[in-house]
């Protein structure tokens, strides 16, 4: 398999567990979305949490390749990397960050969202002493109470804003707090309250720059919310951001989380595995095989005794409580022989799947994030926190 580390500079495998980035997937869901929408409306990648977890700015460039035109992160730090990364496309910062990071949007050339008069004009200052008009995307709350200025009061904000010298209204937008239902009536009031609010502006006078309101959701189910941008998020990684968008749109996931076994044993029975020994080996036929990865790399603790792994066509339980690097998993052949099924017997730097496919059978965020009580986002983000990234398919895409 072609595997690229993230760190360029250091090509050796330093650890038996990884994050699988197929930026080829990524390309195709970008395209995916991209035939929902209908020119001249653009769109906005959404890479905040360093790509949900799949590395910002090589899925900022897959998603370039695939056509969109801009990224939007969740800080300045985020911002800062994806210009150091190579991106010249428009970045907007999702929030109003502190004042004290004006100076550095100023040198990055990056946008902030804004909803407070005292930032803006310490922005206006900023672009005064450097010359260079500062960009902005006015965030409208109209009713997730986030962030945003109320939507009822956009054109009074304004009427001060415009006051202030420097500074260039490029974009208006607001975000829906459930977007992913298919009929909603609090997504139709919200939507209602952001046409209100882009027609104050207008009647005001101001030009409200790209509007915005869609996210990945948004894009599949509510065409009429797609104005001029949309902004592309959890989507473009494969992932569905509720059941409503399922056999709507067909997306396949980017990540997945692989491992080599470290070590196996075969126990004798009654033995325990791992921390407080909440497992205990029942079969002498049982081997356990310890994966190097575990809760600090997203793997969360609250898994443990629940989930399964794939090795060899089959499905493994991880077994003991899941460590802050490690985990146990336990692997049967003969089991398997009983059920029918060949099963080589697992070795120390055998693969194994934590997420993803392997032949027929696959592990989705989904399935673990069920067990948790979560959503596939927060699990992706978490995976991609700490195992380092092998990206398949970037072809020449980060050269
Ligand atoms: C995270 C975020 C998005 C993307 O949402 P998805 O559901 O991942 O598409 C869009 N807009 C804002 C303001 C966000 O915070």
Redesign the pocket.
């Known amino acids: 398999m072609a595997a690229e580390t993230q760190d360029a500079t250091r090509d050796v495998v330093t650890r038996w567990a990884w994050v699988e980035v197929d930026l080829e997937v990524i390309r195709q869901n970008v395209r995916a979305f991209k035939a929902f929408t209908r020119p001249p409306t653009k769109m906005m990648a959404?890479v905040?949490a360093d790509g949900y977890g799949h590395g910002a700015v090589a899925t900022a460039k897959a998603a370039r390749a695939a056509g969109v035109d801009a990224f939007?992160v969740?800080t300045v730090d985020e911002a800062i990397a994806l210009r150091e990364g190579g991106i010249r496309e428009p970045v907007l910062i999702?929030a109003q960050p502190p004042a004290s990071s004006v100076p550095l949007l100023a040198r990055y050339g990056v946008m902030p969202a804004v909803y407070d008069l005292e930032f803006l004009a310490c922005l206006g200052r900023q672009a005064e002493e450097s010359g260079v008009e500062a960009r902005y995307h006015l965030a409208v709350d109209t009713g997730m109470d986030r962030i945003g200025v109320p939507w009822d009061g956009v054109a009074e904000f304004m009427r001060v804003a415009e006051r202030l010298s420097g500074l260039r209204l490029d974009g208006t937008f607001t975000?829906f707090a459930t977007a992913d239902r298919v009929s909603d009536w609090d997504f139709t009031l919200q939507l209602n309250r952001f046409k209100k609010a882009v027609a104050a502006l207008r009647e005001a006078g101001v030009n409200p720059g790209v509007v915005h309101c869609a996210?990945?959701?948004s894009i599949v189910l509510h065409p009429d919310a797609h104005f001029d941008m949309v902004?592309?998020?959890?989507?473009m990684y494969g992932l569905h951001?509720s059941e409503a968008t399922v056999g709507r749109i067909e997306l396949t996931p980017a990540m997945s989380v692989r491992a080599r076994a470290t070590r196996v044993v075969r126990p004798q029975v009654g033995e325990g595995v791992g921390y407080g020994m909440t497992y205990r080996v029942a079969r002498p036929s049982i081997q356990i095989a310890t994966l190097p990865l575990g809760y600090a790399d997203g793997l969360s603790r609250r898994l443990s005794n629940k989930m399964e792994v794939l090795y060899d066509g089959a499905r493994w339980r991880q077994v003991g409580n899941i460590c802050m690097d490690q985990c146990m998993v336990e692997v049967e052949p003969e089991i398997a022989r009983l059920r029918g099924r060949d099963v080589r017997p697992i070795e120390a730097g055998d693969e194994v799947t934590v997420v993803g496919r392997l032949g027929d059978d696959e592990i989705t965020l989904d399935e673990l994030a069920d067990k948790l009580g979560t959503i596939n986002?927060e699990l992706a983000c978490d995976f991609g926190m700490r195992l380092p990234k092998r990206y398949v398919n970037a072809g020449s895409l980060l050269d």
């Open positions: 959404v905040k939007a969740a999702l975000h996210n990945t959701a902004r592309l998020g959890v989507g951001p986002y």
